[in-house]
């Protein structure tokens, strides 16, 4: 059984950071491509960043990009989303996802329905 389990939301104030986590069980890790997605209230769920194998492919949403650093441990099945300069349009629930790495396209990965796995979402609050 798949799980993906986020951690490290919270609140912050508007230029400061949070670092998010997630930690999958039940996959092998490292034949997973992990994005990480956002969804506001009353909004549609959209694409923040995600990592292929390796740190030398990831991607990113114009609206974080040289804000957010997406990482990953395969060894701890792990990865990660840090967040500096935060912005309170940045105020989400967060969901980390995965998908096979044989089973998605660089393009399919800001897609949200490429992904096979969802974790139940962390919240981040950023005030102004």
């Known amino acids: 059984q798949v799980q993906l389990v986020e951690f490290g939301g919270g609140l912050a104030q508007a230029g400061g950071s949070l670092r998010l986590s997630c930690r999958a069980s039940g996959l092998t890790f490292s034949n997973y491509a992990m994005g990480w997605f956002r969804q506001a209230p009353g909004k549609e769920r959209e694409f923040v960043a995600a990592?292929?194998?390796?740190?030398?492919?990831?991607y990113y949403a114009d609206s974080v990009k040289g804000r957010f650093t997406i990482s990953r441990d395969n060894a701890k099945n792990t990865v990660c989303l840090q967040m500096t300069s935060l912005k309170p349009e940045g105020t989400a629930a967060y969901y980390c996802?995965?998908?096979?790495?044989?089973?998605?396209?660089?393009?399919?990965?800001?897609?949200?329905?490429?992904?096979?796995?969802w974790g139940q979402g962390t919240q981040v609050t950023v005030s102004s």
């Open positions: 990592i292929g194998w390796s740190e030398d492919s990831t």
């Open positions: 996802a995965a998908v096979p790495l044989h089973a998605v396209r660089v393009d399919g990965l800001r897609r949200r329905e490429s992904y096979n796995y």
